[in-house]
């Protein structure tokens, strides 16, 4: 037996050195890299498994633009990016000054788009009472949605028009009658969102909630008795998972069922509310801003979730704010007495100095290179590199709401319609 203890002897220390060498190791890291675009900026996501004592560093197109401890998972912006234009990123993670793991990945960023729209003006007098056109809601170029009052009717001049509906073809005025829960059959519209053609909601100013399914118009006063007047703006993901939200820091949510108010934590007036999906995490977030436009009582950016309302970081807003409009993780707007806007919601708010110093009533979107404001005098687009002024002698002087779809922009002003196309 004696020839063979040497053999065993081996076999046992190199078993021995495996143990100790899988002991101390750690396991190989494990990188990914994806990104999102904008028109001037890329925001990377690098995701860094087993990565403990490792450094990361990313480079676009070979050149190092940043370096950092890496941890679980990062995501960073990228400026100074030019429109329409691809670039290569590599994240590299370095263990003891040795790339350990890299991901490549390569993207185009988005174009500008055109400020070069055509208009068209549509006017609707009010002779026999102040009208005014509240809010708009674009379902499609054939299929526009225009809120508000207007008394232009000669047999019953108190009785208004509450509605506008655009075919493709013509404006025609509307009642949307509701079941005279607030003591009225026809109450102007303060608001109106729409999901689609045969989903489109009104909030009347006695509080009540109209539903238009295509065909017909069906009205909901079980809100009035949580609801002190109507709802300033609504938003949501579906008719069955709604949010409204009002004076007094009112915000209830409809879940196809019942209505459920939430507290808000605030006796501020909520004045806007805007959802949109976050396409890293998947979550949806909602945003409210309280202001009393008027006085100077304070000032609130809050956020909806499944545990209620939190209030997050205002610093750099002013007291007076109208509007917010968002793309979750990438870009936030709000807008009143001035523009503001930022990367996140936890940083610093800043003003945009290029804007005449007008107040700001609405300011909506459909993507980080097409978005739009409007107020006193004023209608500024951003197509993605700058903003560019679209306000026409011949528009009206304030506009008090504004959507925009594809190649439509439409904004309201007093009781005037303008419609622009490109």
Known sequence: MKPYLPIALTA??????????????????????????????????????????????????????????????????????????????????????????????????????????????????????????????IIDEDDIWAVGEIYSYRAQPWLPYNALHWDGQQWALMRIKTNACGGVDYPPIETVFAFSANDVLFAHIDGSITRFDGVTFVNDCSLITQLNGSARKMWGRSSNDLYVVSSNGFIAHYDGANWQRIESGTALPINDVWGSENETTSEWEILCIASNQFTNQGKQLLRINNEGVTQLPDSGLSWALNTVWHISGRKYFIGGDGLYHSRTVSSVWRRDESFPPYYKTAVRGSDLNDIVVVGFRLMWYWNGLRWHNLRQAYMPEVFSGVDIRKNMLIALGGTVVVIGRR
């Not at 002991?23 to 890291?29: A, F, G, I, V, Y």
């Open 12 to 137: 046992l220390l190199l078993l021995t050195a495996a143990c100790s060498k899988s002991s101390t190791n750690p396991p190989d890291p494990q990188l990914t890299l994806s990104a999102d675009t904008g028109v001037i900026e890329a925001w990377l996501t690098i995701t860094a498994e087993d990565a403990g004592g490792t450094e990361l560093r990313l480079t676009r197109d070979g050149v190092e633009r940043m370096r950092f401890t890496a941890v679980a998972e990062t995501t960073v912006v990228d400026t100074g990016l030019l429109p329409n234009h691809s670039y290569t990123y590599r994240t590299e993670l370095l263990r003891n000054g040795k790339t350990a793991a890299s991901q490549t990945h390569t993207l185009t960023t988005m174009d500008t788009t055109s400020h070069d729209f055509q208009w068209e003006v549509f006017e609707f007098p009010s002779p026999y009472g102040s009208g005014v056109l509240r809010d708009v809601a």
